[in-house]
């Protein structure tokens, strides 16, 4: 049973930072493409990093491009990302998901977590 946890998530003030972690286990991690959704109030949720199992390719939305890293622990099976220069725009819950991708796209293909939310105040 493959299993994902979220964490890091918070309130910060605009201008501000996080930064997140997904702890997956149940599977061979290092073979999963993985990636970090949101999913705003009212809204669809959206791809916003993602990155191959080795970590030699990612992906970012024009919207955090910039702002957030994404990387990777495979000895420890974690997901990060970094997240500076927050805006308000920015609050979300937060989703670790498996994904397929390239350096322009990133699907969603599956998703074990519950999320963190991310609150950030003007």
């Known amino acids: 049973q493959v299993q994902a946890v979220e964490s890091g998530g918070g309130l910060v003030q605009a201008g501000g930072s996080l930064r997140l972690s997904c702890t997956v286990s149940?599977?061979?991690?290092?073979?999963?493409?993985m990636g970090w959704f949101r999913q705003r109030p009212g809204k669809e949720r959206e791809g916003v990093s993602c990155?191959?199992?080795?970590?030699?390719?990612?992906y970012y939305s024009d919207s955090v491009k910039g702002r957030f890293t994404i990387s990777r622990d495979n000895t420890k099976n974690t997901l990060n990302l970094e997240m500076n220069n927050l805006k308000p725009e920015d609050t979300a819950m937060y989703y670790c998901?498996?994904?397929?991708?390239?350096?322009?796209?990133?699907?969603?293909?599956?998703?074990w977590g519950q999320g963190t939310q991310v609150t950030v105040s003007s």
């Open positions: 998901s498996a994904v397929t991708m390239s350096t322009l796209s990133c699907r969603e293909v599956n998703s």
């Open positions: 149940g599977m061979p991690f290092h073979v999963l493409n």
């Open positions: 990155i191959t199992g080795l970590g030699d390719t990612t």
